[in-house]
């Protein structure tokens, strides 16, 4: 399952801006916008970062005709700076970062999506300790509610939580489809079957607490600012509302060292919402380092 880009071209076009040589994809994921990049200017060279170990290698085989152009880090883009350092890179002309999941992972067998019956792992680097597996059945009712709460902004986060630590009484909760039939036992039965899973919420809230993805997003935006030159560009897609009022307000709040450049943020037109409806919610702003 080969992952679709999305806004493939206003992002590389915001990106390359005027025109520079390093950029960092700090989601490299299956390479798409890596290698939209290096089409699009035969002087980029970009380093790509992914913690997933499997996306790298997706990335490899679709960057083949592109060798020396760039080069591929399994790491955490909150780690960009140790990634800087060790590929001897001091200024960056633009920084991307396509927040989420490849579709290859969602169809997986890693518990992301209730749609399959896997194990409940969630973890997007397999080199981390904390899986979806114990959140579930290891949290307090307290936690799990708040995490559901905050994470998830699921308005049934109590009836949920206290299904969840019932159930377990019994016996774990195992896979990705116990924890979604759950779910949906749980909400009343006006919302089981509507347009939307009834457990989207739900897993949308375990994958950010597994991999602690608001925070490590805030820390790395920021991190990006000492690196950035006069023109240098910021270029982000978010595809929940939680991570795009962080980029929205670190762009607002930074505003005398980064000029906007979306005001409003760009989104999927009609026709790549048809192609790709996973492309739906996604969400587009960027921003221009003034010096
Ligand atoms: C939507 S995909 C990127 C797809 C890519 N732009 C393309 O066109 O093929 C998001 C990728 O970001 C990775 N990712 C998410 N959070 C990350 C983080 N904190 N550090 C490094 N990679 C991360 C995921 O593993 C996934 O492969």
Redesign the pocket.
Known sequence: ME?I?VLLEESTELLLGNGGRFYVD????????TKRILEKNPDAFVIG????EE?LNFAEEKLKDFEGRFSLYQ????DLDTVLREEGVPRVDGFLF?????MY?LRGDRGFSFQENSPLDMR?DRRNGRTAYQVVNEYSLEKLIDVFKRFGEERFSGRIAKAIVSYRRKKPIETSKELADLVAESVPPAYRYGRIHPATKVFQAIRIEV?R?LE?LEEALRKTLNYLGKGGRLVVISFHSLEDRIVKRFMKENQEVLRILTKKPIVPSDSEVNFNPAARSAKLRAGECIG
């Open positions: 992952h880009s700090c989601t490299v994921g299956g390479g798409g916008h970062i992914d913690q997933d996306a790491a955490n883009f909150v396509d927040l989420g999941m490849s992972q997007m991999n993805e490590i």
